[in-house]
């Protein structure tokens, strides 16, 4: 047994085995586009490479698509198999291995305890920390994502190889609870001891778009530009984000041109790439701006991921995507879904049922069952869909135009005001507001 770069216990002893390994946890930090690569190197140098085979599961379960759930399955297989062949492998292998089963199982949340118990006294050692932080991204555990990088610090030390991608998980912890600060400053520190830190850099532009600096913002994340363009699709996102900014600022045609140069530049079936998309489009249609064919090129991959109910955070963007372009049969067949999905078992029932499904039938037009109390709820309740509170703010802009639109000046007020805690006011805001008070948007066409 012996310690990998990272602080990893494990039972790899292949030397180009474990350089392999190491580089595909350095791209995870990094958002690389070599991770896939890497660990395939890894496992062809040591086909029993357990931390490989677990970490080759998670990054397919982390896609979010239903095809992918096999392949994540049959990798946790195989991590088990080879424990037992190297009888039983390392403490921390185990300890993976059985997070992998209990996500593989459909619990994001019980993969998460078991990696925040297994590595209590060492909270610093970075895979299992950023697995953990990356699952709490998509199970809406902002709380506990904050705790656990608060942990972290108890056992953070600068000559960590991974000490900035550790601080910059922190500053996104910290973003996401309105501690701009406190995030900025752990988010440029991060990228100041590795510059490649993608995720730090991401955090403090959030920071910036959040408290209204928009130029600012735009500035910070060029400055960055030569690193976080190296990067696997995150780039897109990065793009997406100085796209906010810029559309903020008013550069509707600059922004439309990001979107085709940088944000979508190819149709991809990442959610993540869909969710960039969908919401960048949605936002310049509320300014009034033109968007041309770009809804239709959307179309494709929409349709077919209609009835996958892998992520909530992922059906709800596609489900935009079918109103905008006034597909009736995929809205139903998506909402057929979610609801058998809130009928079933799992984390994201859970989700579907207490936010997914109404969130849904709102933007679908099917009514807000609840009255506009409901609305206020959701609002509240938005983060347990997963993502940024930057992602969200697609479904929190719909909640408020929905009350402008119902004319309840209080349910409108109400949603204001939980958006205003952690968001500058800004102009899309009172785009939405005056499109809905014009009458301009009703049934299903979002």
């Avoid at 992998?100 to 305890?113: E, K, M, P, Q």
């Avoid at 494709?300 to 996958?308: N, S």
């Amino acid at each position: 047994m012996s310690h990998d770069i990272f602080g990893l216990d494990s039972s790899v002893e292949d030397a180009n085995a474990r350089a392999a390994f190491e580089e595909a946890v350095h791209g995870v930090g990094a958002h690389g586009p070599n991770v896939g690569a890497a660990l395939g190197r890894s496992l062809a140098a040591d086909p029993l490479n357990v931390p490989a085979l677990a970490l080759r599961g998670f990054a397919n379960l982390i896609l979010a698509r239903e095809e992918l759930e096999p392949p994540a399955a049959a990798a946790c297989v195989e991590a088990e198999r080879a424990l037992g062949l190297r009888d039983g492998g390392t403490r921390d292998e185990r300890i993976l291995v059985r997070a992998l089963r209990a996500a593989v199982d459909g619990s994001f949340r019980r993969a998460i305890d078991i990696l925040d118990n297994g590595f209590i006294d060492r909270p610093a050692v970075f895979l299992p920390f950023k697995l953990a932080h990356a699952l709490r991204f998509m199970a809406g555990d902002g709380a506990g994502m904050l705790r656990a990088s608060e942990r972290m610090l108890s056992g953070w030390d600068e000559a960590n190889p991974a000490a900035g991608f550790l601080l910059g998980c922190h500053a996104f912890a910290l973003e996401e609870h309105g501690q701009y600060e406190a995030a900025e400053h752990y988010g440029r520190r991060a990228v100041a001891l590795q510059p490649d830190d993608s995720w730090g850099l991401h955090a403090v532009a959030h920071v910036f778009e959040m408290r209204g600096e928009t130029r600012q913002g735009i500035e910070w994340l060029e400055a960055g530009r030569r690193h976080w363009s190296r990067c696997n699709n995150f780039s897109f996102h990065m793009a997406w984000h100085i796209a906010l900014m810029r559309l903020e600022c008013g550069e509707h045609d600059r922004v439309l041109d990001l979107y085709d140069a940088e944000v979508r530049p190819r149709q991809t079936d990442d959610f993540r790439d869909m969710a960039n998309a969908v919401s960048l489009l949605w936002r310049l249609d509320r300014s009034g701006v033109d968007v041309g064919e770009r809804w239709s090129d959307l179309a494709e991959i929409a349709r077919r991921r209609r009835t996958d109910s892998t992520l909530i955070f992922a059906m709800l963007h596609t489900l935009v995507a079918l109103v905008a372009l006034e597909d009736a049969d995929g809205v139903l067949d998506l909402i057929a879904t979610l609801e058998a999905k809130a009928a079933s078992m799992g984390d994201q029932a859970e989700v579907a049922r207490a936010v997914g499904l109404p969130v849904a039938r709102i933007i679908a037009g099917l009514g807000n069952r609840g009255g506009t109390e409901a609305l206020d709820r959701l609002a509240l309740d938005l983060p347990r869909i997963g993502g940024s509170n930057a992602q969200r703010d697609l479904f929190m802009l719909h909640l408020a135009e929905i009350a402008s639109r119902q004319g309840d000046e209080r349910a409108r007020a109400s949603i204001h005001m939980t958006r205003h805690r952690l968001k500058a006011e800004d102009h899309l805001i009172a785009a939405v507001d005056r499109r809905a008070r014009a009458g301009r948007s009703a049934g299903v066409n979002f």
